[in-house]
């Protein structure tokens, strides 16, 4: 894997939050040695810092230390790749670092969001870890498992108060970055685990999600092909029909129906997945959260110092206007999020910072905008 190991480390809290809800509780310690509490920061000294050996939040499942379960060995994977994804972002981006925050949900469970925001070369990257549990309505679980249309989001928990409800368990790791320049890509990624129990606490069903996408604002075929490569040999690893499936799985999910377009030019993605054993399938999301970096740093290292125009940034807003279509409208992870009370903050850091919508836009004739665009409306083979 090409991304750094991660420069946070974690300490058992002392001194200044002995006696508050934070005692004995390990918080991460970023360089410019900061713990973060939540929105709060407490600065530690160099002598300290330099104690601590490990990067650890405190865990949100419900089990002890050691715990082999599902639920924990997710969540410890999620949380492992976040670190190390967030490093090589940083890496990349040459000096600015992400702003971390932990949140609590109401009714069980929490997350941590890391966001980096007017960098060197990233105008907004973010990657999240959440690990959610306690009661849903019927309506939630079938946004979560796409079973029925997405709807407006009811109250804050959904469904009446007289509704039945399922006990769930959800976790999962969802990240997206937005470079500056025009020709550097959009990239996209999640990977999540969903259970459900009967009412004596045994496991009803369970499945795991998620997919990777690449998002350009100008199509270079090498690019893509190296994303899709990436993600082929990751699938080839588990089952050589996974990428074939999951590929035309992607061209089917990112679609904007109103547009008839796709928001970019795919990737992988796959829901509902239980076809196997869940240890199986579990190797199959750790091993695609491990090649995050290598498919998608490599493409922004090329073209982060590409000179572009004011008409080529424009264009490219003109896309992440899609992106934010896309998202508020058809995506899966946003309408279960709103459903079920997820932190909102949390659930829109994927929008970028800047967009644009003309009225009846529409590209020049064989110009590199409409090779982009003709991409999108007919998904190409690029593997």
């Known amino acids: 894997m090409l991304c750094s190991t991660a420069s946070s480390a974690s300490i058992a809290l002392v001194g200044g939050v002995r006696g508050s809800a934070w005692e004995g509780q390990r918080a991460r310690v970023s360089r410019n040695g900061r713990v973060r509490l ?5 600065r530690v000294d160099a002598a300290t810092r330099d104690l601590a050996s490990t990067s650890t939040v405190p865990p949100l499942v419900r089990s002890g230390e050691g715990d082999e379960s599902l639920q924990s060995r997710f969540e410890r994977m ?14 990349a981006d040459g000096g600015a670092v992400f702003r971390e925050e932990s949140w609590t949900r109401e009714d069980g469970g929490g997350g941590v969001s890391r966001v980096l925001q007017d960098g060197a070369v990233f105008e907004k990257a973010g990657v999240n870890v959440s690990v959610v549990y306690g009661s849903m309505s019927r309506e939630a679980v079938a946004a979560a498992t796409g079973s029925e249309p997405n709807q407006t989001a009811p109250s804050k928990k959904g469904g009446g108060e007289d509704e039945p409800k399922v006990p769930f368990f959800a976790a999962g790791i969802s990240s997206v970055m937005h470079p ?21 606490g045994q496991v009803a069903g369970h499945w795991f999600g998620g997919g990777q996408d690449l998002s350009p604002a100008y199509l270079y075929e090498e690019d893509v092909k190296h994303f899709h490569g990436s993600l082929k040999q990751v699938c080839d690893r588990h089952d050589r029909e996974f990428y074939p499936r999951f590929k035309a799985w992607a061209d089917e999910y990112f679609y904007i ?17 239980n076809d196997r054993d869940p240890d199986a399938l579990f190797a199959f999301c750790e091993d695609l959260a491990s090649t995050v970096c290598d498919a998608y740093v490599p493409l922004v290292e090329k073209r982060k110092d590409q000179a572009f125009t004011e008409e080529e940034q424009e264009w490219q807003r003109l896309r992440r206007g899609r992106y934010v279509e896309f998202n508020l409208v058809y995506d899966r992870g946003t309408t ?10 949390s659930i829109l850091m994927s929008m970028p910072l800047h967009t644009r ?22 998904p190409r083979t690029w593997c």
Request: include cysteine; charge should be negative; aromatic fraction near 10%.
């Open 257 to 273: 129906a109103h547009r008839e377009e796709t928001r970019g030019v795919g990737g992988i993605f796959f829901d509902n997945l």
């Open 336 to 345: 279960f999020g709103l459903k079920t009370g997820g932190r909102v903050e």
């Open 38 to 42: 939540g929105s709060g920061v407490v």
């Open 180 to 200: 500056k320049n025009p020709h550097a890509p959009t990239m996209h990624f999640n990977y999540r685990y969903f259970e459900t129990s009967d009412p004596t």
């Open 78 to 91: 999620i949380r492992k790749a976040q670190d190390e994804i967030c490093a090589g972002i940083e890496a």
């Open 357 to 378: 919508w003309e009225y009846c836009q529409e590209p020049a004739p064989d110009s590199p905008e409409a090779d982009l665009l003709d991409a999108c409306r007919s």
